[in-house]
């Protein structure tokens, strides 16, 4: 009750304030008093509304939709977080009350003349955030009250996934501010200052959403177990090109910043990152592209709301920057020729050019099923297309960087010295190939891709301690930041030109050597339904244990893997199992009830059957209720299945001493059959039936 | 100043052309194997297992079995990895990959989830 009465106050509030700061834009001034107050209102309702999900989730307030759906009563005290924002209408919230804490933050900071038009802007965006909180809301009673909840997803457990949602979306929720801004000056018809004010908020919010998604691709390295940490999936590309627009945007500010160039560029390109903001949380949500993706995608009704709004803010924001066109186009300009484009002016322009190509080129990567389905058979884009054509890009950008340091805003008599500048940076960079050559790197790419990014490395370090020693710490931000972009470039390389990766089949008790590691099976053990491998690795100078692990996880069952990863200085070694053989082949077992059937040492005894329940659209669920036994161990579970419109979905039950039993057919005589897929025990091996 | 803007549009529409090339070759359109064998490029197929004749051999890590297309053509399959995961309960599978000979080469295998199929119900 609570939770959606906060969530119809704080509705109702900020419609008001829309209202009120809409009409103070038009002149009505003496409603500002009125407007800060709804705002403000708005603000705390959320907050309640926030408060209290949490409390929700705390308490296990399983009655309400979202505690059913992503806890349960064993959840951990810590990922009640991850929780939170395991569902659409937890970041919903997420978001709405962090974009209410930056109106808060705009109206006390940015002065009274910029306040209307900001507010106007964000409180209609909080409008259509609640609004989706009312169309879905995460305070939904499920009747009849359920006693325990669904379970959070176990990939989520991860304390990676507790910090990693919130970057995103405080990234998300700030990338409004230039926007705002840009539609603002447009309003006022005022194309200077509001770059000046708008910088700050830009380089937060891009920043924020950079952390977020170096953040998500850790967390997919140390948690999927693929090897990897980025797939160029459409999820994933979702939130690198707002990014990527917003690194066009902040380098194109800086040129209006310094130059008062480009104003009609950066408004177009704070309009743009927002734009794709919203795109990605479309493609995300909406479900478009679940052929085509891995992550799983739930499509709910909030989707097309979504679209509209997504049209509206596209066909709005483009068409109030073309009817303005002209208007800004009068106080705008492009490159002078006393700039020229060897100038930090004209490397700016042109590191707005490669930013913007690249996040056009990786969203129409991205939608490619979506348009290629209109002229024939839906096609998606494999990765070495990203590869290919981001990697000259990568270079080109890499490049300017290094050069940009050291040349003057305009063409004057020091541009000729910039390449002399340049020279000890160049030499060790060369020095950096050589000793690359030496480390056994031959591939002319590679070698270009090591120079030119160490070229941006050095380039960088040098300007950092000048300028640290003569202005001070503050002014060093962006020679770091470049610094940092010239470091991952080299991570990006040698992680994927020179990963070695090797298959091996271990047996338990036998050493293997791969790679010049020696590794050791010694066996499993199951702790709360997961399998851990414990694997004995010795490098030649100390024995590691690590332990990789298997688990099922989802509503249909899919199988998990989690690697363990050795940490070196020069690199990783990563162990990601991947299958279990065992000797005996799967066997079908028909049973009568109460008999007991031993398979090895397991021995099963079938009960009872479960009574059939109607459940997943209209389904129904049978069920055999067993006891198994192996050793001193005693265990009863129930292995169901039900007949659904993809086929037959098994759950299976977990085998005291491994394996998995399913179900595969009741009969009318009341026979029962049991179907072993892959029983794995210390003692014996059994083969999957694709084993032969 | 007119002589580097030529030079820009010249790198530009180089570069375009290239990324053009990239889309294309980097297209992999949903077809039938009858339609696999015509095209040189990466496809996908979608198919279901024939019958339960897959055999894999871990040590050397490759992976056969029979295809079946929607159209009913049939096209054996080798796979140089591990099996996916869901891959030994799935009814069809999409491998992607082209045709070397009369072998279907695929270089990856998509176990379609079965919780997307109850997502196109609603």
Known sequence: MLGNFAIYTALITIFLALWSYLFKSFGKDYLLKFGRKMFFLHTIALSVSTAYLFYSLIAQKFEYAYVYQFTDKTLEFRYVISAFWAGQEGTYLLWAILGAAIGLLLIKREGADWEGPLLVFVSAVQLVLVLFLVIQSPFREVIPNPTDGLGLNPLLKNPWMVIHPPLVFIGYALLLVPMAYALGAMWKKQYGNWVNRALPWTLLGWTFLGAGIIVGGYWAYRVLGWGGYWSWDPVENASLVPWLFGAALVHGMLVQKYRSGFKKTNIGLAITTYVFVIYATFLTRSGVLADFSVHAFSRTPVYLYLGI?????????????????????????????????????????????????????????????????????????????????????????????????????????????????????????????????????????????????????????????????????????????????????????????????????????????????????????????????????????????????????????????????????????????????????????????????????????????????????????????LVLSFEDQEIEATATMARLSWGWDREPVLAPGGGHLYLEGLTLTMVLQLFILSRLSERERENPWWWK | MKRKYIIGIIIILIFAFFAGWSFRSAMTPYVSFAEAKELSGQVQVMGYFVDEEISYDLTSGYLTFELKDEEGSQARIVYDGVPPDNFDHAESIVVVGKFQGEEFTATRLLVKCPSKYEEEQK
């Open chain 1, 309 to 625: 709004f997504l049209f509206l803010l596209t066909a709005g924001g483009a068409g109030f920057f073309f009817f303005r066109m002209k208007n800004i186009g009068s106080s705008s300009r492009g490159i002078s020729e006393e700039e020229g484009f060897l100038s930090k002016t004209g490397f700016l322009a042109l590191s707005v050019a490669g930013f913007s190509i690249s996040g056009i080129l990786i969203i129409l990567g991205t939608s490619a099923p979506i348009f290629t389905g209109w002229f024939g058979p839906p096609s998606s884009v494999e990765e070495s297309f990203y590869v290919q054509t981001n990697l000259p890009i990568a270079l080109f950008l890499c490049l300017l960087l290094a050069g940009s340091v050291y040349l003057p805003w305009k063409k004057n008599n020091e541009t000729g010295g910039f390449l002399k500048k340049l020279l000890t940076p160049l030499i060790l960079s060369m020095a950096g190939g050589l000793v690359a050559i030496f480390l056994g790197v031959y591939s002319p790419l590679h070698l270009l891709i090591i120079v030119i990014s160490l070229l941006a490395f050095w380039a960088n370090v040098f300007p950092i301690v000048r300028i640290w020693r003569a202005k001070g710490f503050l002014y060093t931000g962006g020679y770091f930041s470049h610094l940092g972009v010239a470091i991952m470039l080299i991570g990006f390389l040698t992680s994927t030109a020179l990963t070695q990766g090797e298959t091996i089949f271990l047996t338990r008790g036998e050493s293997q050597e791969s790679l010049g590691y020696t590794l050791n099976f010694e066996g499993k053990e199951i702790i709360d339904e997961r399998e851990y491998y414990r694997v004995l690795i010795d490098d030649g100078k100390k024995e590691h244990e690590v332990e990789p692990q298997v688990y099922y996880a989802g509503r249909e069952p899919r199988r998990m893997r989690e690697p363990a990863v050795l940490r070196y200085w020069w690199g990783d070694l990563y162990v990601s199992p991947l299958e279990t053989q065992t000797d005996e082949r799967e066997r079908t077992l028909t049973l009568r009830r109460g008999e007991t059937t031993r398979i090895g040492d397991l021995a099963v005894t079938f009960t009872s059957f479960q009574a059939p329940e109607h459940s997943e659209q209209g389904a129904m669920r049978v069920g055999a209720n």
